[in-house]
């Protein structure tokens, strides 16, 4: 196995770091650039205080590799078409790891909740995000190694629906992963998919409902 990741150099980027940890981002009012949001706020130095909405708390860097599979809620009208339809899925930077997935599962079941109620809850994935009607899998390929921030989620609110991750309630996180490199974000300058279709075995690539009887109470 390379003791590099692949997604090395996006990893220690600071931008997407930012956006793993809910940093927003707008317009720069001159030119084509971007630059951080903000809102005022008399307690905070220099009297605003950057936007933060969703995201997780990044605590600490998840090596991944062919023997990790992965799992993502997702939205099923963004599927591409052919051979490689889940490929468009699979180009998120937001993933979490499968013992997570059961974990999730488990808590949706004692819960009595469907299970995609229960991953907006721990998740915080508001409507206005994601559909949730779909949930896809995959592995790393064969002698890859990614690089992704780990670490719970944080609330998050969308088309005025607010869910809440409690700090309070540590016991009921779930660990997020955010893998850099992969997705939609200005810095990455359209190159997510094809790196999707690099790193990740698209031969392990599956899709579920995550409303389908088996999966809930």
């Known amino acids: 196995m390379p003791a590099t990741p692949v997604n090395e150099d996006w990893y220690r980027n600071s931008t997407l770091r930012m956006e793993a940890e809910g940093y927003q981002w707008r317009n720069a009012s001159h030119g084509p650039r971007k630059t951080l949001a903000s809102d005022p706020d008399p307690d905070a130095p220099g009297g605003f205080a950057y936007q933060r909405?969703?995201?997780?708390?990044?605590?600490?860097?998840?090596l991944l590799a062919e023997d990790n599979m992965l799992y993502r809620f997702a939205?099923?009208?963004?599927?591409?078409?052919?051979?490689?339809?889940?490929?468009?899925?699979l180009n998120s930077p937001w993933w979490m790891e499968e013992d997570r997935m059961v974990l999730l599962l488990s808590r949706a079941r004692t819960a009595g909740i469907t299970l995609i109620e229960a991953a907006r809850r721990q998740l915080a994935l508001p409507p206005a995000w994601t559909d949730c009607d779909i949930i896809v899998r995959v592995r790393?390929?064969?002698?890859?190694?990614?690089?992704?921030?780990?670490?719970?989620?944080?609330?998050?609110?969308g088309g005025g629906q607010r869910f809440v991750v409690a700090r309070e309630a540590p016991h009921l996180f779930i660990d997020q992963l955010y893998i850099p490199g992969l997705g939609r974000h200005f810095a990455l300058d359209g190159t997510g998919e094809a790196s999707a279709a690099a790193w990740f075995d698209l031969r392990t690539a599956a899709s579920f409902d995550p409303a389908a009887r088996g999966l809930n109470p």
Not at 53 to 62: D, E, S, T, W, Y
């Open 53 to 62: 909405n969703g995201g997780l708390i990044a605590k600490r860097c998840v």
């Open 140 to 157: 790393p390929k064969p002698g890859i190694l990614i690089a992704a921030h780990a670490g719970p989620g944080v609330t998050a609110e």
């Open 75 to 89: 939205a099923r009208r963004y599927l591409g078409t052919g051979g490689q339809a889940l490929l468009p899925l």
